[in-house]
Nanobody, 126 residues
């Protein structure tokens, strides 16, 4: 079982920056890809970014490409999401997720992830 805990959410002005962290712990944590998803009120949960265990491959939604950066520190069992040039439409609950990197499927859809954090609120004001 893998436990995921997000932190770093909060209120920020449009154009500002925020850095989210996700700390992983549990009995096992090997070869996991990590992802960030978000869900705004009245909308479906959507993919934001993902990163493979090695950190060499990253994936981004078109809506955040060029503004957000995902990274990880495996020694610390932590994944980060650096969010720059924030827009009001980025307002959502952000969820950290983990999945077996080698099980197949997709990095882009929630159904393929095995573990989830409780979420952290990000609010971007105009």
């Amino acid at each position: 079982q893998v436990q995921l805990v997000e932190s770093g959410g909060g209120l920020v002005q449009a154009g500002g920056s925020l850095r989210l962290s996700c700390a992983a712990s549990g009995r096992t944590f090997s070869s996991y890809a990590m992802g960030w998803f978000r869900q705004a009120p009245g909308k479906e949960r959507e993919f934001v970014a993902a990163i493979r265990w090695s950190g060499g491959s990253t994936y981004y939604a078109d809506s955040v490409k060029g503004r957000f950066t995902i990274s990880r520190d495996n020694a610390k069992n932590t994944v980060y999401l650096q969010m720059n040039s924030l827009k009001p439409e980025d307002t959502a609950v952000y969820y950290c997720a983990a999945r077996d990197e080698n099980k197949g499927g997709s990095y882009y859809y929630p159904v393929w992830y095995d573990y989830w954090g409780q979420g952290t609120q990000v609010t971007v004001s105009s």
